[in-house]
């Protein structure tokens, strides 16, 4: 009995190191795959898509804004964005090790880190850019039909 209440102790105690072993290997691998994700980003540009649907919607509302003011709008973007956003970056190492399996990670640091794997991967934001002006056309159009029924719904009856 003492053989066997032995092994079931060294057997529970084994499986939390096993299950850190497990995710610490998952978060080197999560590291692997920021570190080049990092490497390629354009932190800049990403940062200038986030304010220029701003600027955007102030031309279309007649506001017209000078050189000059657009690169003070672009600087104060940067200078506040681009160190926090890039800590954000670095820090998804640990959630993605918590939501992924340890060959998820490995096939995703290998489809990056390979030659049109990464090359499909610099291209996405050009993608989103280029649709979301279609998504946000199709959210406006779809509006008029939805906000009727969302009050339906919410409206006590």
Known sequence: MRILTGALVALCLAIPA???????ARVAIAKDYIDATVTDADIEEFIRRLWQPMIQQMAANGQRL??????EIDKLFLDHLTQ?????????????????????????????TSEHGGA??????QLAQIQQPMISATLQDAMPD???????????Q
């Open 146 to 156: 939805i906000m009727p029924k969302i009050e339906a719904i919410t409206t006590p």
């Open 84 to 112: 926090p956003l890039t800590d954000v970056m670095r820090k998804q190492d640990e959630v993605m090790a918590d939501l992924m399996t340890l060959e998820e990670l490995t096939a995703l640091r290998d489809f990056y």
């Open 66 to 71: 000078s050189e000059e003011q657009l690169a």
């Open 120 to 125: 499909v991967m610099r291209k996405m934001p």
């Open 18 to 24: 096993h299950a850190q072993d497990e995710r610490a």
